[in-house]
Nanobody, 116 residues
Framework: QVQLVESGGGLVQAGGSLRLSCTAS????????TGWYRQAPGKQRELVAH???????SYADSVKGRFTISRDNAKNTMYLQMSSLKPEDTAVYYC??????????WGQGTQVTVSS
């Protein structure tokens, strides 16, 4: 089992920045990839960015150049630095961990609201 806890969401004005954190506990040795997803009201959950154990990153086109995903393995924590935020970035942001046994775990989500 892997437990994920997100933090760092909130209300910010357009053009502002936020940093989300996701801390993992449990069988973290099984994790090979972690990522951030988001779900806006009435929309499907979508991938924002992910990072592998080897540090390879991937981003959705909508956030490239504005968001940065990173990991601190010593703290078992993943981050999403979000800059130049837009109202369309408003969503509940979830972290996800994928294990070597093809099991996915999700955090509870954190709300990000960007006002115009």
């Amino acid at each position: 089992q892997v437990q994920l806890v997100e933090s760092g969401g909130g209300l910010v004005q357009a053009g502002g920045s936020l940093r989300l954190s996701c801390t993992a506990s449990g069988s973290i040795f099984r994790i090979y990839k972690t990522g951030w997803y988001r779900q806006a009201p009435g929309k499907q959950r979508e991938l924002v960015a992910h990072i592998t154990n080897s540090g390879i990153t991937s981003y959705a086109d909508s956030v490239k150049g504005r968001f940065t995903i990173s990991r601190d393995n010593a703290k078992n924590t993943m981050y999403l630095q979000m800059s130049s935020l837009k109202p369309e970035d408003t969503a509940v942001y979830y972290c996800k961990a994928e294990t070597t046994t093809s099991i996915s775990y999700w955090g509870q989500g954190t709300q990000v609201t960007v006002s115009s």
